[in-house]
């Protein structure tokens, strides 16, 4: 099974949780949580999972480098310097650390423009996944969108944007012709290499 964590800054606020059943290619769960604990049991059978959150922060300036190769692509992130962000990049690392999975990056929004689908419901049956019931959720649909990637990168087939701080990972296009910053599907990002993402998320002085 995979994972997409659409995690909060705050456990006060809804976390979207999915994941999909590698065997089946069926969206198993989604759902919403709040506290660290919820988040962590609902990723424990996970073997990988994309989080929608940066995972470090700026050396210097709002944005990293990965962010302004994104926002030259044509791609809209906010500044993982803004201090919701950062309590966002800090709660990720930390809930990633405590499940203990290969992780990677993505944005949701990003990775379903890239993909050329009008939603996720069009993602999900491009994707070949099938599903019960879709809730209505943004976070929850985003947390669906981040398990694609999941799926993505452990099929070999996820799109890797890279810069020298970091990489997100992006879905193919599979809805529609989408000539979105020349992306093509990255080799480097499998689940057998091993890759974990937990930087440190201090800033740097």
């Not at 506290?35 to 609902?42: E, Q, S």
């Not at 929608?52 to 990965?66: C, T």
């Not at 990168?153 to 012709?177: N, T």
């Not at 599907?185 to 998320?201: E, H, M, N, Y």
Request: charged content about 25%; some cysteine.
């Amino acid at each position: 099974m995979v994972g997409g964590l659409d995690p909060s800054a705050s456990a006060r606020r809804p976390s979207g949780v999915a994941i999909i059943e590698l065997e089946r290619r069926k969206l198993a769960r989604v759902e919403i949580c709040y506290d660290d604990n919820d988040i962590v049991n609902a990723m424990s059978a996970v073997e990988a999972l994309a989080i929608d959150s940066p995972l470090s922060m700026p050396e210097n300036g709002a944005f990293r480098k990965i962010d302004s190769e994104m926002i030259r692509r044509g791609f809209h992130l906010l500044p993982p310097s803004w201090r919701g962000m950062s309590m966002l990049v800090e709660r990720s690392v930390r809930l990633l650390q405590l499940i203990g999975v290969p992780a990677f990056e993505t944005h949701p929004r990003s990775a379903l423009d890239a993909s050329g689908c009008r939603g996720v419901e069009e993602l999900l049956d491009a994707t070949g996944i099938s599903y019960d019931e879709l809730p209505n959720s943004r976070d929850a649909l985003d947390a669906v969108i981040a398990a694609v990637v999941a799926l993505n990168v452990v099929e070999d087939s996820a799109v890797e944007v890279k810069a020298s701080d970091g990489s997100i990972y992006l879905i193919p296009g599979m809805c529609r012709s989408r000539d979105r910053a020349s992306l093509r599907p990255s080799r480097t990002a499998s689940l057998r290499s091993g890759r974990q993402v937990t930087r440190d998320p201090s800033p740097r002085p």
